[in-house]
C-alpha cells in the first residue's frame, strides 16, 4: 500500500501556475504508475494525467494537454502536476492516486490508495 499527501493548491488568477505535489510513503510507489484526478463540486471525478512508474511514459486529458505536465522523483516518492495557464474551470479538489493496473488508465476504479485532495481555485 501506498499513503499519499497532496500539497501545493490555492487561489490563483487565470493565466496563473501552480505546482501540485503528492508526497508518498511505502515501498510500492517507485513500482506504482501514478495519477492525477480533480473534483468539482457537483460533478464526477475526472481524469486529469497519468505518467508511469519510470516516468518514461504520460497521458493527459484533452482538457489540460499543453497546459499542464506530470512528472515524478523517485527518490523523493514524489509526483508532480505543473499546471499552466489555468482556467476557471480548472477548479477542483485534485487527488493523486496509485494506478493499480500495469499500464496507464483513466478511470478512477483502477485507482486506489487516494490523497485526501488539495483544492486548486482559479478566479480574478
Known amino acids: 500500500q501506498v499513503q499519499l499527501v497532496e500539497s501545493g493548491g490555492g487561489l490563483v488568477q487565470p493565466g496563473g501556475s501552480l505546482r501540485l505535489s503528492c508526497a508518498a510513503s511505502?515501498?510500492?510507489?517507485?513500482?506504482?504508475?501514478m495519477g492525477w484526478f480533480r473534483q468539482a463540486p457537483g460533478k464526477e471525478r475526472e481524469f486529469v494525467a497519468a505518467?508511469?512508474?519510470?516516468?518514461?511514459?504520460?497521458y493527459y486529458a484533452g482538457s489540460v494537454k499543453g497546459r499542464f505536465t506530470i512528472s515524478r522523483d523517485n527518490a523523493k516518492n514524489t509526483v508532480y502536476l505543473q499546471m499552466n495557464s489555468l482556467k476557471p474551470e480548472d477548479t477542483a479538489v485534485y487527488y493523486c492516486?496509485?494506478?493499480?493496473?500495469?499500464?496507464?488508465?483513466?478511470?478512477?476504479?483502477?485507482?486506489?490508495?487516494w490523497g485526501q485532495g488539495t483544492q486548486v481555485t482559479v478566479s480574478s
Open positions: 492516486a496509485r494506478d493499480t493496473r500495469p499500464y496507464l488508465t483513466t478511470m478512477p476504479r483502477d485507482y486506489d490508495s
Open positions: 511505502g515501498r510500492a510507489f517507485s513500482s506504482s504508475n
Open positions: 505518467i508511469t512508474w519510470s516516468g518514461g511514459n504520460t
